[in-house]
């Protein structure tokens, strides 16, 4: 504790940081767990299964970030104005993420249902993997619609300080998720075996599960969020357009990140299956770690943007400085902890020899800039979107991806012909890039922006 107060974390601050970060923590991570879940059933099947369920779920990548593009840019506002106590104006907000979020994750799931053969071809022309993507699409469709509707009151209620009643609903939704794996993918109790379809099934009962959980907590329960129809539709097209122009870039943002995401599934694609398995698995590794960088970055969003709403620009200028410090000594520890391991989760997967091998490599790659990607993810999610400074996290995160991360992919498996590991490590040199980027812009006080101000003239 003695070193935290050199940095400036004091027990009654890191008590409110974790006590916004933990649940989000938690709940990302039992989100992750479902995937990895999903992975390891899965995975006993066979390295084409693995493949199959790595590459549909890249589709539900784009859908969920566009959906939480609109939910996060609305939950810059609804952070702001929970400073000022506005919970009029939050239920209005509230009511623009809904609208939106439904109207996208429709498209989303009718193209899985629909259009499963044409998705799957984006990432592999490999017929038997093409097919066993194509039947768990459409078994999964319907969990986007659901997964849209949970996403908007969980940024609501995390925008007002409750972050643990996403977090029931995730772990209900584990539960069930878990279960109903093991029934519909084994064929267990009577069921017939499903195979890579049943893990899209109990994927899509356990998102129903999540979503009734936080609906109980918020109507059944009366929570300050629980808003009418009346008071979340009324919002008018001003109100609309002052939105988009905020959460515009964030969608832009999140989508191009994910289609960046997409890109490197592709040049690893290029290099074989193997190739695909292994970046599956170390790629689903990668995300369940991350989520503590991500909960510290979405609870500095919350705290940044309640100290802006309430006038407190200084202090919410000195919390900035002290959870990117605390990030990036976290990304440090799990770092660490991701090397010792790495040898152990490769051997949680049925693959070859020269998978494993490759799993293990990659794991240590990606350990070694665990921390400086925290510090990223910091910036980015928590100081530039928290502080209302949307433009340029949008811009940091886009080079860094599309112009380092996705060229330097591509040349590496096209031109260059490189083997996975190699070329993991290429891409991996995003992650400096947006600390060059972002540390300067932290030290300054241009990302602090009172966005409250527009709203209030609606």
Partial sequence: MTFLKKIGLDKKFLAVLMGLAIPIILQNLITASLNLLDNLMVGSLGENEIAAVGLSNQFYMVFFNSVMGISLGAGIFMSQLWGKKDLKDIYRFLGISL??????????????????????????????????????????????????????????????????IPMYGSLVGFIFNGILNYIFIFGKFGVHPYGVTGAAMGTTVAR??????????????????????????????????????TASPVIFNDVMWVAGITAYSVAYAKLGTHATATMQIATTINNMFNIFGIGIAVAA??????????????????????????????GVLIGGIIFLISPLIAMLFKTSPETQKNVILVLKIMAVFVPVRFFGIIQIIGVLRGGGDVLYAIITELLGIWGVGVPLAFLGALYFKLPIVPLYFLVCLEEPFKVIVTYPRLKSTKWIKDLTKEVSTC
């Fill in 301 to 330: 969003s919350i705290l940044i943007g309640n100290k802006i709403g309430a006038n407190k620009k200084d202090e919410a200028y000195e919390d900035a400085q002290i959870i990117s410090n605390f990030g990036t000594l976290l």
């Fill in 99 to 164: 609208v939106f979020s439904f109207f996208a994750s429709f498209i989303f799931a009718a193209l899985a249902f629909f259009k499963p053969a044409f998705i799957m071809n984006i990432f592999t022309m490999d017929p038997i993997v093409t097919k066993l993507g194509s039947g768990y699409l459409k078994a999964v469709a319907l969990s986007y619609i659901l997964t849209s509707i949970s996403m908007s009151f969980s940024v609501a209620l995390r925008s007002t300080g409750q972050t643990k």
């Fill in 208 to 245: 129903l599960g999540e979503l009734f959980v936080i609906l109980f907590f918020v109507y059944i329960k009366k929570n300050i969020i629980a808003a009418s129809f009346k008071e979340m539709f009324n919002f008018d097209l001003e109100l609309i357009k002052k939105f988009f122009k």
